[in-house]
């Protein structure tokens, strides 16, 4: 999944830039530079804004360092074609701030497993849910197939593409990128104009 971004504007300014002088090209460079560093950062808080997710798993995708949970690469070398590229599987609600995180001591199944998937909305997973662990790596819900034991199936949620792909949380990425990346481009004009004078 891709989306491709377009910055109003900045196409113009730099076209206004080229008619001056050679110094465009430093800025329209050191502007995409800022967008690799500071996309993680820019998605990060729109992806949180709308979801219970924590702005290290979306900032960890952009590196690679939450094993398993996805991949978000920013594409493009030129201010016409940047463009964020990202995949990845359905996530389990321990990624939205579930409680409790392992089966309660003192209390047998059935439990009251929670999740906020989305930003300040806890909601109770499946009442037949329940807490077990899968390979060792802690524990995540589960629930049975049918009426009997087995088999079970791990209880899923969104994706890091489904995420991203919300309608919402894609407007205020597509905003805090545009303001993000205007604020550099005047940042470094200004710091170019300064040498000169």
């Known amino acids: 999944m891709k989306s491709n971004i ?6 113009k300014l730099k076209k206004d830039l080229d008619t001056m002088n050679k110094d465009s090209e430093i800025v329209v460079k050191r502007t995409i530079s800022d967008f690799k560093s500071r996309a993680p950062a ?3 808080a729109a992806v949180t804004k709308t979801y219970g997710i924590s702005k290290g798993d979306v900032k960890g995708a952009f590196k690679g360092v939450k094993k398993g949970i996805g991949s978000i690469k920013v594409s493009g070398v030129e201010v016409e074609n ?3 590229v990202y995949e990845g599987r359905t996530l389990t609600p ?6 409790p995180t392992s089966p309660p001591k003192k209390r047998p199944a059935p439990y009251q497993i929670t999740a906020e998937i989305f930003k300040g909305k806890r909601l109770r997973l499946s009442r037949h849910a329940f807490l077990a662990t899968n390979r060792g790596g802690g524990y995540i819900p589960f629930q049975r197939e049918g009426a009997a034991r087995y088999p079970i199936k791990a ?8 995420m991203l792909g919300n309608e919402t949380v894609s407007k205020d990425i597509m905003e ?3 303001t993000g990346l205007e604020k550099r481009v005047v940042h470094h004009l200004e710091q170019i104009l300064k040498k000169k004078s």
């Open 82 to 84: 940047m463009g964020l």
């Open 176 to 178: 805090n990128i545009e």
């Open 94 to 99: 321990t990624h939205f701030k579930m409680k």
């Open 42 to 44: 820019w998605v990060g």
């Open 6 to 11: 377009n910055i109003p504007g900045l196409s």
């Open 155 to 162: 209880i899923k949620t969104v994706s890091i593409p489904q």
